[in-house]
T-cell receptor, first 115, second 109 residues
Framework: DTAVSQTPKYLVTQMGNDKSIKCEQN?????MYWYKQDSKKFLKIMFS???????INETVPNRFSPKSPDKAHLNLHINSLELGDSAVYFC??????????????FGPGTRLTVT | RKEVEQDPGPFNVPEGATVAFNCTYS??????FFWYRQDCRKEPKLLMS???SGNEDGRFTAQLNRASQYISLLIRDSKLSDSATYLC??????????FGDGTTLTVKP
């Protein structure tokens, strides 16, 4: 009964490949997020979706394309992977009422290594 | 200037010590505030929300000073299991969450 789940947990791939990471939450939240945590452990928001609509899109290369088929899922597709994409990617979800975001619940992370 | 700034530490303290972390934020329109904890190779987890009047949860006390735009976390009677990275999080009304870079705490026997 994991609240926020991500697959895969580990992903090793070569430069130039295209890969996807999936995220699902069973908390009934209407907002989901993707974060990137680099080797220095800094956690940076990439995207946020509220009710399947993109509400936050930070400065992220357009090789990264999120997709939310429904409120419970937010997937991340990455084209033409580069060495600098190596990081841990966290999915998170939260309730979001009247413009206020509540505390976030994180998935276990996907450790992406690009060789 | 970063939107949310924390002293990165590391803080190395003996068991039983009291330790305090501070966090400053630049957006005066920020509405909600949190402290998260992240263990090595794990996901961040909510430690506590921070309310205007200050709040306490066992050995942990969080305070907010809107005028000075900082929040703090006080840990009393430190345990070995408190060793982790503590992340300050600030939310705006637009629903954006900004995480600080974290403060690393190591509690030693």
């Amino acid at each position: 009964d994991t609240a926020v789940s991500q697959t895969p947990k580990y992903l090793v791939t070569q430069m130039g490949n295209d890969k996807s990471i999936k995220c699902e939450q069973n908390l009934g939240h209407d907002t989901m997020y993707w974060y990137k945590q680099d080797s220095k452990k800094f956690l940076k928001i990439m995207f946020s979706y509220n009710n399947k609509e993109l509400i936050i899109n930070e400065t992220v290369p357009n090789r990264f394309s999120p997709k939310s088929p429904d409120k419970a899922h937010l997937n991340l597709h990455i084209n033409s992977l580069e060495l600098g994409d190596s990081a841990v990617y966290f999915c998170a979800s939260s309730a979001h009422l009247s413009g206020r975001a509540y505390e976030q619940y994180f998935g276990p992370g996907t450790r992406l290594t690009v060789t | 200037r970063k939107e949310v700034e924390q002293d990165p530490g590391p803080f190395n303290v003996p068991e039983g010590a009291t330790v305090a972390f501070n966090c400053t934020y630049s957006n005066s329109a920020s509405q909600s505030f949190f402290w998260y904890r992240q263990d090595c190779r794990k996901e961040p987890k909510l430690l506590m929300s921070v309310y205007s009047s200050g709040n306490e949860d066992g050995r942990f006390t969080a305070q907010l000073n809107r005028a000075s735009q900082y929040i703090s976390l006080l840990i009393r009677d430190s345990k070995l299991s408190d060793s982790a990275t503590y992340l300050c999080v600030v939310n705006t009304n637009a629903g954006k969450s900004t995480f600080g870079d974290g403060t690393t705490l190591t509690v030693k026997p």
